[in-house]
C-alpha cells in the first residue's frame, strides 16, 4: 500500500469514530507530499521522516506535534500490518523556546491606526481602510485573524450590533457582541467599501481588497508587519518573533481580565464567558492569551492584598 493510501485509510479511520481531526490530517497530508505520495508505506526511510520532522530552520513546538501525529499513523499502519517498523526518532531535539505573546498597549494601538491611515504601498492587495479596520475589529472583539477575514456582509450585523462568526475552529457558530465604538467604526467602513465596490449580494467579502475581493491572510499579515514597523513598536525583550497580528486576540483577552480584576469581579466566575466569547472550547485554550502583564500583575497583587487583609481584620493605612 502506498503511503497516501495508508494515510487516507487512517484519516477516514479517525473521522469514523467522531474526531474531526482536521489539523492531524493536515500534518499527514504535508508528511504525504514531503515524502511522496506513492513511496510504499512499509518503505519510508528514518532520513526522510527527521527531515520532515525537523523542518528548515529551528525545531520548534510544532516538532512535538509534527511526532505525536506521526506516532499516531505509525501505531495504526504496524498494527494491521501496513509498516513492520516505526520510523521516528527516540530523541527530542532541542526546541526554541515557546512564543511569548505580546500585549499591545493602548499607546501601540493608537500608533498602529495612525500608521495605517497613512499606509500607502505600492503594489500592495490591501487598502488602508480595509487594514486598519481589521485592526480595530481584532482588538475590539478578539476574533482570529482568519474568522475576521471570512466575514460576509450578511456577518456583520450593525443595527443588532452583533457578528456572526460562521463554521470558525471546530467548525462552530457563534455570535460575537460589538460595542457601540465599534459599530460607528464598522458602518463607516461598510458605506464607503459597498461605495467603492458595490457587492453583487450580501455574500461578498466584509473587508475588501483593492479589487473588491476577501482579504488573504498573508498579504494582511505583511501589510500588518509594514505597519507595525511604521508605527515603531518593536519588542526587546528577546523573544523569536517581533509582535504579529495575532497578538491582537490575545491582547484583548489579558485587557478583559486586568479589567475585571481591577473592578473586583469574580473573575473565576467569568472566565468561561471569555473562553466561550473567543470561541474556545475550555478555560485551558484561553489560558495561553492571557499573558502576564505589569498591569495584570499589579491588580492580582491587589486583591490579594485585600483578601489577606479582610481575613486579618483589616490592614493599617
Known amino acids: 500500500m502506498t503511503l497516501r493510501e495508508a494515510v487516507e485509510e487512517y484519516v477516514a479511520h479517525r473521522r469514523a469514530t467522531g474526531v474531526l481531526f482536521d489539523s492531524g490530517a493536515a500534518v499527514l497530508g504535508t508528511f504525504c507530499r514531503s515524502i511522496g505520495p506513492e ?59 515557546p512564543l511569548v505573546p505580546y500585549v499591545y498597549s493602548r499607546e501601540e494601538i493608537r500608533s498602529l491606526l495612525s500608521a495605517a491611515d497613512s499606509y500607502r504601498p505600492r503594489n500592495s492587495s490591501v487598502p488602508s481602510e480595509a487594514l486598519r479596520t481589521l485592526i480595530l475589529l481584532l482588538y475590539a472583539t478578539g476574533l482570529r485573524v482568519g474568522e475576521a477575514l471570512a466575514l460576509r456582509l450578511r456577518d456583520v450585523d450593525l443595527p443588532e450590533a452583533v457578528l456572526t462568526v460562521r463554521r470558525a475552529k471546530f467548525h462552530k457558530t457563534r455570535l460575537v457582541p460589538m460595542g457601540a465604538d465599534l459599530v ?43 505597519v507595525r514597523e511604521a508605527a515603531g513598536v518593536l519588542r526587546t525583550d528577546g523573544a523569536r518573533y517581533q509582535p504579529r497580528i495575532h497578538d491582537l486576540r490575545g491582547t484583548f483577552a489579558t485587557q478583559r481580565l486586568t479589567e475585571w480584576y481591577r473592578r473586583g469581579e469574580d473573575v473565576q466566575r467569568l472566565l468561561p464567558l471569555l473562553s466561550t466569547y473567543l470561541g474556545h472550547a475550555s478555560v485551558a485554550e484561553t489560558e495561553p492569551y492571557l499573558a502576564t502583564t505589569p498591569a495584570l500583575l499589579g491588580e492580582v497583587g491587589q486583591k490579594f492584598e485585600r483578601h489577606a487583609c479582610a481575613r486579618e481584620g483589616g490592614c493599617d493605612a
Open 39 to 97: 513511496t510504499p508505506c512499509a518503505e519510508v526511510p528514518d532520513a526522510s521522516v527527521r527531515a520532515f520532522l525537523d523542518g528548515r530552520g529551528t525545531p520548534t513546538r510544532y516538532w512535538e506535534r509534527k511526532r505525536s501525529v506521526l506516532a499516531g499513523f505509525y501505531a495504526y499502519a504496524t498494527a494491521r500490518g501496513l509498516a513492520s517498523r516505526v520510523p521516528l526518532p527516540s530523541e527530542t531535539p532541542r526546541l526554541a523556546p
Open 184 to 226: 460607528r467604526e464598522l458602518q463607516a467602513y461598510r458605506s464607503a467599501r459597498c461605495a467603492a465596490f458595490p457587492p453583487e449580494d450580501h455574500d461578498a467579502a466584509f473587508l475588501a481588497d483593492s479589487r473588491g475581493g476577501p482579504l488573504r491572510h498573508k498579504n494582511v499579515g505583511n501589510a500588518f508587519r509594514k
